[in-house]
């Protein structure tokens, strides 16, 4: 059972990027998926979520610039970002619980990735 992220880099302010969530190991289709980050020295912050049946959530940093969709047919959950800002730079992670967002408790998520690393700067 895995997750593995994939999609950070470097961009600059005003930018986008789409991160990727791919499952391997099992499958996503009853899975909520979340994004959360950690930025150095912060606590883990969640950011947008969605459900099984594909309702999303987002957290106020994230709310209209942000959007989280999934595609069960490729097991994947992605995150594209828009309107990127510095203080987005952060380590962006995945996880799965089952059917439901748990908002925003890092906790109730049962498998996490490993992260991928988004920086914003000029």
């Known amino acids: 059972v895995q997750l593995v992220e994939s999609g950070g880099g470097l961009v600059q302010p005003g930018g986008s990027l789409r991160l990727s969530c791919a499952a391997s190991?099992?499958?996503?289709?009853?899975?909520?998926i979340g994004w959360f980050r950690q930025a150095p020295g912060k606590v883990r912050e969640g950011i947008s979520c969605?459900?099984?049946?594909?309702?999303?959530y987002y957290a106020d940093s994230a709310k209209g610039r942000f959007a989280i969709s999934r595609d069960n047919s490729k097991n994947t959950v992605h995150l594209q970002m828009n309107s990127l800002k510095p203080e987005d730079t952060a380590v962006y992670y995945c996880?799965?619980?089952?059917?439901?967002?748990?908002?925003?408790?890092?906790?109730?998520?049962?498998?996490w990735g490993q992260g991928t690393q988004v920086t914003v700067s000029s």
């Open positions: 190991g099992f499958t996503l289709d009853n899975d909520a």
């Open positions: 969605i459900t099984k049946f594909g309702t999303s």
């Open positions: 996880a799965a619980r089952p059917i439901f967002c748990s908002l925003w408790r890092a906790d109730g998520y049962d498998y």
